[in-house]
């Protein structure tokens, strides 16, 4: 069974920054990625990193204040996020392998997810 563990989500005022962790029991390399879903919103998706950390893409709305990253031995991937805004506030999800890249990317597993506020 693979698992997926979020955690580094909190509160903070927007401008802020904070650091979310997946820690992950899928094989080393597997794509792996970020969505978040907002009150009353749909599931959206926020950034992946595929072909082993090569390869990262971003939503629009994050691009340029956020990154993510692999650690390829530790299959644990990270969402540095800056320049937060209330706009940001949701439930961010971990996922991990499926098909497709980017917006289009389709993952087979998830987290339970990690809340993430920002104060105005």
């Known amino acids: 069974q693979v698992l997926l563990v979020e955690s580094g989500g909190g509160s903070v005022q927007a401008g802020g920054s904070l650091r979310l962790s997946c820690d992950s029991s899928v094989y080393s390399g597997t794509p792996m990625g970020w969505f978040r879903q907002a009150p009353g919103k749909e599931r959206e998706w926020v950034a992946g990193v595929h072909s082993g950390g090569l390869k990262t893409f971003y939503a629009d709305s994050v691009k340029c204040r956020f990154t993510i990253s692999l650690n390829y031995y530790k299959n644990t991937t990270t969402l540095q996020m800056h320049n937060l805004k209330p706009e940001d506030t949701a439930i961010y999800y971990c996922?991990?392998?499926?098909?497709?890249?980017?917006?289009?990317?389709?993952?087979?597993?998830w987290g339970q997810g990690t809340q993430v506020t920002v104060s105005s």
């Open positions: 996922a991990a392998k499926g098909y497709g890249y980017g917006v289009d990317w389709f993952p087979d597993y």
